[in-house]
């Protein structure tokens, strides 16, 4: 991504409802699925600005790498983890030893060939480590800001699907996320395509109210996900281990 990027989501990741509903979702399936009897290893891989490695340095040793100097200067205000720079999968093998889990959150559509960086990314899951992975959905969807982000595509469910066993991962959750504010936020989106409104910052932090608000909508999907398989969002999150790992 751009500078300024990292600089716009710096300044909102820790306040904005969006940045912060979808971390507690990903943490909250983290906990639910990570079975380690020892003080368990994260890698996050394109961590952005750091929050996220903030959230789940508590929970154990973590490693994060990122393509750009600005994402490791953010990040090591926020945490004390391990920051590596790098390309993903070009610098993967910098990646000393193996972890318990892996999240790849919002990264995937950056990448030119996400299947060689899954593939690649697999072996440094330990036997019984989960991936946790989101991506955008639908590619009807992409509009300016997707441009904007450098977002190569959107997904559907049966393509992240056939992304994911195609790497050798064995799904345990798929779904799309982000359901119950669906209808505003696609709409948004199709209005800033038809208008062909040229790319450019379109984040703001809403108001107080409408901000907790949303945050609460959104976040209350954590419920619904280890139960329910949701059937349309504006993006999709899984929970998948390596092919023939078995879970104790």
Known sequence: MEKHLYREMHEMEDTHWWFRAKRRIALDLVKRHLSCERTPRFLDLGFGTGSMLA??????????????????????????????????????????GRFDCILMLDLLEHLDDDLVALKATVPLLEPRGIMVLTVPAYQWLYAPRDAYHHHRRRYSRPQFRALMEGAGLSIELISYYNTLLFPLAAAQRIVSRTRKEEPGPDIKIPPRLLNSLFERIFVFERYLLPHVSLPFGLSLISVSRAAGAIEL
């Open 55 to 96: 959230d789940i340095e508590g929970l154990g040793d973590v490693v994060g790498m990122d393509a750009s100097e600005d994402a490791i200067r953010y990040a090591s205000e926020r945490t004390g983890a391990t920051l590596l720079q790098g390309e993903i999968p070009e610098s993967l093998s910098r990646i000393e």
